[in-house]
């Protein structure tokens, strides 16, 4: 069992940044692969980036590749989405999700292969 908690969200203005953190309790964090989603007003949840346990895999959605960056600290239990050139289609609810990996390289962009979810923190771009 993992829980998480989603931190670091606010209002900021087209071309700032923000930095979300997801801290994670429970047991073996760092053998659990980890991702961020996220879901404007009106729309389906999607894909934003993912992590494998070992941090030394990642992937973004094309729309945040070059701009978003995610990274872990297993000794913190915690995994973060450095987000740089934000811009209001970024606006959105974020969550971090978490699934059970199996080895070091494994990730997943289907969000229903991830069993633990945070409760979504909000991140609003202006113009």
């Known amino acids: 069992q993992v829980q998480l908690v989603e931190s670091g969200g606010g209002l900021v203005q087209a071309g700032g940044s923000l930095r979300l953190s997801c801290a994670a309790s429970g047991r073996a964090f760092s053998s659990y692969a980890m991702s961020w989603f996220r879901q404007a007003p009106g729309k389906e949840r999607e894909f934003v980036a993912a992590?494998?346990?070992?941090?030394?895999?990642?992937h973004y959605a094309d729309s945040v590749k070059g701009r978003f960056t995610i990274s872990r600290d297993n000794a913190k239990n915690t995994m973060y989405l450095q987000m740089n050139s934000l811009k209001p289609e970024d606006t959105a609810v974020y969550y971090c999700?978490?699934?059970?990996?199996?080895?070091?390289?494994?990730?997943?962009?289907?969000?229903?292969?991830?069993?633990?979810w945070g409760q979504g923190t909000q991140v609003t771009v202006s113009s």
């Open positions: 999700a978490a699934a059970r990996a199996f080895t070091g390289t494994y990730y997943s962009l289907n969000q229903y292969e991830y069993h633990y």
């Open positions: 992590i494998s346990w070992s941090g030394g895999n990642t």
